[in-house]
């Protein structure tokens, strides 16, 4: 694959919460086909795909753990995570490294993605609410929808995505589920 190319971005890191869209940047990717954003303040870098380690029985989205300047992170694998299958990797297959906050502070994740496309600035008037139904995300994962000329782009609540908690809860299922 490809030779890891970090990108700066910044290093704020903004709070989970519920409130209402406002103008903002924010990093687009495309994952199977379709434009996905999420806020930059959340992103950290961008680095081109590298193998992961492989951790024994974890959740079929965690595709494994990498090296990051003597870190430990976490991969996801997004589309999994989004139920839409595991992402195939191609040449522009690469890790956009988030924080998330957990109770320790912001703890860095990888997420898997098909290609980064742009930074965009969207204005809070052209976000529409997350739809109650049939986007085949569940509801809190969208933060809300961009429109664009020709559909949107699912803004995603990174905070929600990635909750720590559920992630750990889930590990704890497969766990279980091992040992029982």
Known sequence: MTQPAIVPASHAVARAVDRP????????????GEVFGIEILRV?????YTRPTEIPLMPAFVHGVINLRGSVVPVIDLAHRLGRGATELKPRTCVVIVEVDGEDGAQPMGILVDAVEAVLDIAADAIE??????????????????????GFIV??????????????????????????
């Open 155 to 180: 803004l995603l609540e990174v905070g929600r995505v990635f909750a720590i908690d559920e992630l750990a809860a889930l590990a704890r299922g497969v766990d279980a589920v091992e040992a029982g």
């Open 21 to 32: 869209a406002v103008d903002g940047q924010y990093l687009t990717f495309s994952l199977q």
């Open 44 to 48: 950290r870098e961008i680095i081109g």
């Open 129 to 150: 609410p997350a739809p109650a139904f049939g986007s085949g995300l569940r509801a809190q994962f969208i933060r809300g929808m961009a429109r664009r000329e020709h």
